[in-house]
């Protein structure tokens, strides 16, 4: 992407409509699938193209295709998209209808099988201008006589290649065979076995063939790594990353430049010093903003690859891949924004479960392997924050003249008859209770999709919505061994975790730190508390109400560390169930107040 010629939409023959839809979606500029495939498919030519999902190929046959359909003309479907799965022709329907949204009474069915004929029938009767379906359901419909295929101008086979794995390559020849001479057809595939090949030849004339060489380039030394989207918001994953990762200044690329400005907007809500950089920004307005980022008043920008090309800022220890690039060369010109005069970067890429093969095609441009990172867990921004809560505190003492203050608090100590650390406690609470050093409310989710999990598979782990609480690690990394046990409240009575630990703590005096992974179910959840609890406090957890249901706890199982679960008899005065049970008290006992205390 060297040339300093970048194509636009608007230089292609797109019919207006289309064309204003893509603007609005704020799309820059054509991927490189698409800058070959628009000026043969607005010429009318058929198109072999070498392309898999996440390279922009939807877009590349659905723009110039529509812009050649009649809208005004009936009588039956212009178009026909052939797709391998039921999700893909959802997923192509849907994009078609993006596109063609400014196109007045445009319709588009998909087709496929599991589902009821009905609603696919009052589709093609009521008139539909491109239908994208699954090749059985379309041949149903043929052999039905409820699908007509005479007046269709173009076909589109979308992932070839896995139609013929699936078995569908017969159908897909035969369908071929059944529409007029006359049409146009682009074929896409993400490899060209001799099959595809074969029915290539058969149905395709004098195709522009088209492939996308990923040249190899050589990448400076920056450590790349990569988070498998799953489980959890990429925004969340995203403000995680920027809590503990150290970054002096970020790039942060997306794929639209209407992400830009989003994206900017709520890292600014978040307290970044943030601003967007896209092509919809005159020249002046992008110079200031790689000023700023330069002089550091900017910590980081969100950009399209457009925008950020050639951007040069010592600054930058980061580029972060928000969104996945189209092409592997851009992948290798966003994270050479990092890593100059000298210094070394950190480049981070989120992958979503459909763009792995993007990775893979990435890894291999580069010929350098892209680590899985693990997202930050709460108790590491915890950590984070608590270390720099630490420095904060070296700095005021090197920097500042405190001896007012030392007199203040030996008088205080004097006059209340309390200990240094007490006071200290207290005044470190003062200084931090606008920012905690644990994110209280921010949602728990696990640690999902972190492993390689790249044969694709989505190992059926409970997702999000059900795990929502890590186990805080306890102080002095101590290890303990825990049991799960089960109470009688879920998502059907609104419970959150906090609300758990919040009785916990509260009413059986449990210290939050002990308090272990919470799962919540639909009508139940899950805690891991440790394990030798004493007969009186389980009574007392038994009596427990939260949010007015009562909790009615019983075991259910090993939980956390599941060692020794052989021996649960509890030891006399197990200092972990020191509330209000009777034993070891302390000074908090009674007192009607958390015992949470700030980690330490
Ligand atoms: P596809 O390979 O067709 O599945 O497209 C991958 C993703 O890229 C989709 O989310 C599209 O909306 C998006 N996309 C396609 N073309 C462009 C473009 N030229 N600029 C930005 N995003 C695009």
Redesign the pocket.
């Known amino acids: 992407m060297s040339d300093d010629r970048t194509m636009l939409f608007s230089d292609f023959p797109l019919a207006a409509p289309i064309l204003r839809a893509v603007e609005e ?1 704020g ?5 490189p699938i ?1 800058a070959k495939s628009l000026p043969a498919l607005l010429e009318g030519r058929d198109v072999l193209g070498m392309a898999q ?8 046959f659905a723009l110039p295709l529509l812009s050649r359909i009649e809208i005004d003309r009936r009588g039956g479907p212009q178009m026909l998209v052939l797709a391998p799965t039921r999700e893909l022709a959802i ?1 192509v329907a849907e ?1 078609m209808q993006a596109y063609a949204r400014h196109l007045p009474d445009f319709h588009v069915l998909p087709i496929y099988g599991g589902q009821s004929m009905e609603p696919q029938l009052r589709g093609l009767k009521r008139g539909v201008h491109v239908v994208v379906g699954t090749p059985g359901r379309i041949q149903d419909h043929l052999k039905r006589g409820t699908l007509k295929l005479d007046q269709i101008r173009s076909v589109v086979l979308d992932e070839a290649d896995e139609m013929l794995r699936m078995g569908f390559i017969d159908d897909v020849d035969e369908i071929l065979g059944r529409t007029p001479a006359n049409r146009q057809v682009a074929l896409f595939s993400a490899t060209m076995p001799d099959q595809i090949r074969r029915i290539a030849q058969r149905h395709l004339r004098n195709p522009v063939e088209i492939a996308i060489q990923s040249s190899t380039s050589t990448v400076k030394a920056i450590n790349q790594r990569y988070w498998a989207v799953s489980g959890m918001h990429k925004l969340d994953a995203l403000t995680r990353i920027l809590e503990v990762e150290d970054f002096d200044a970020a790039i942060i690329f997306v ?2 430049k209407v992400a830009t400005t989003e994206l900017a907007e709520k890292l600014e809500a978040r307290g970044y010093a943030a601003s967007a950089l896209n092509g919809d920004m005159n020249q002046a307005m992008r110079e200031k903003a790689i000023d700023r980022l330069k002089r550091g008043t900017l910590d980081i920008v969100i950009a399209t690859d457009v925008a950020a090309r050639g951007i040069d800022v010592p600054r930058i220890t980061h580029v972060i891949n928000y969104d996945i690039p ?1 092409d592997t060369e851009s992948y290798v010109h966003r994270i050479g924004r990092t890593g100059r005069a000298g210094r070394s970067g950190e480049a981070i890429l989120f992958v979503a479960p ?1 763009e792995r093969r993007m990775l893979t095609a990435i890894e291999r441009a580069t010929g350098q392997p892209i680590t899985p990172m693990r997202l930050p867990s709460q108790s590491d921004i915890a950590d984070k924050r608590t270390a720099a809560f630490k420095d904060q505190i070296s700095e005021a003492m090197e920097s500042q003249d405190l001896a007012f203050f030392e007199t203040l608090i030996e008088e205080y100590q004097a006059e209340h008859d309390l200990g240094l650390a007490e006071i200290a406690a207290a005044l470190a609470f003062l200084a931090q209770k606008d920012r905690p050093l644990l994110p209280a409310d921010a949602p728990e989710t696990p640690q999902l999709g972190f492993e390689d999990r790249r044969d694709g598979r989505d190992g059926g782990r409970d997702h999000g919505r059900d795990a929502n609480r890590e186990p805080r690690r306890p102080r002095g990394g101590e290890d303990i061994a825990r049991v799960k046990y089960r109470i009688e409240i879920g998502h059907a009575h609104g419970v959150q975790p906090k609300n758990i630990v919040g009785a916990l703590a509260n009413e059986a005096g449990i210290e939050s730190r002990y308090i272990g992974a919470i799962r919540i179910f639909d009508d139940h959840s899950t805690v891991d508390l440790p394990e030798g609890m004493p007969a009186d406090v389980f009574q007392q957890l038994k009596r427990l109400h939260v949010l007015g249901v009562p909790l009615d706890i019983s075991e259910a199982g090993p939980g956390g560390h599941d060692d020794d679960r052989g021996n649960r008899r509890p030891p006399a005065g197990n200092r972990r169930f020191a509330g209000r049970s009777g034993q070891d008290h302390g000074h908090h006992a009674g007192s009607g107040k958390p015992r949470r205390k700030p980690r330490g």
């Open positions: 979606l799309y820059e500029t054509p991927s698409q999902t996440g390279t922009g190929k939807t877009a590349a997923q994009a794929r639209t189209l459909r």
